[in-house]
């Protein structure tokens, strides 16, 4: 389950089942089967710098901000929580125009990237940079974008 959260004054709301939709296509390309509950924030410029400045003192990127969920407490109730997600829209919107992308795909790009996260992977390593891109090609190709 996703809990989507707009703090913009963008009009988000349509892009929800998308969203969710490229989820489910992503548990099903990982073979998970869990019921996972994920928070994702759209944010101002403004409240990104004010994680950054907070949860990661050297990041400059201020597109999407991943914060996975290390505590398990959540599970003796039945609840895997996974994790938020804080996407700058502006960012986003700013990015798909510099890389020549529709809005759609800059954002699902980002969403994709960052549900991998959630589900530890990493592009420190090669080998994982590799699966993480991977995964979000199929991804992008199945919804043709």
């Known amino acids: 389950m996703i809990n989507f959260i707009n703090d913009t004054y963008y009009s988000i709301k349509k892009h929800y089942l998308f969203l969710t939709q490229v989820y489910q296509e992503i548990k ?3 073979k998970i089967k869990s019921d996972d509950y994920i928070s994702i924030k ?7 710098k004010r994680l950054i400045n907070q949860f ?9 901000l991943t914060f996975p969920y290390e505590d398990k407490t959540c599970l003796k109730h039945n609840i895997n929580y ?11 919107k700013q990015d798909a125009k510099r890389y020549g992308n529709s809005f759609l795909k800059e954002l699902s ?9 959630l589900y530890h992977f990493d592009h420190q390593e ?10 979000t090609t199929k991804i992008l190709t199945i919804f043709n974008l």
């Open 28 to 30: 099903k390309l990982l």
């Open 56 to 64: 990661y003192k050297n990041h400059r990127s201020l597109n999407v």
């Open 42 to 48: 759209f944010s101002s410029r403004k409240q990104q």
């Open 109 to 117: 790009y980002i969403f994709i990237h960052s549900i991998l996260h």
């Open 82 to 92: 996974l994790g938020d997600i804080s996407i700058c829209l502006k960012v986003i």
């Open 126 to 135: 090669k080998e994982e940079a590799k699966i993480m891109e991977k995964v």
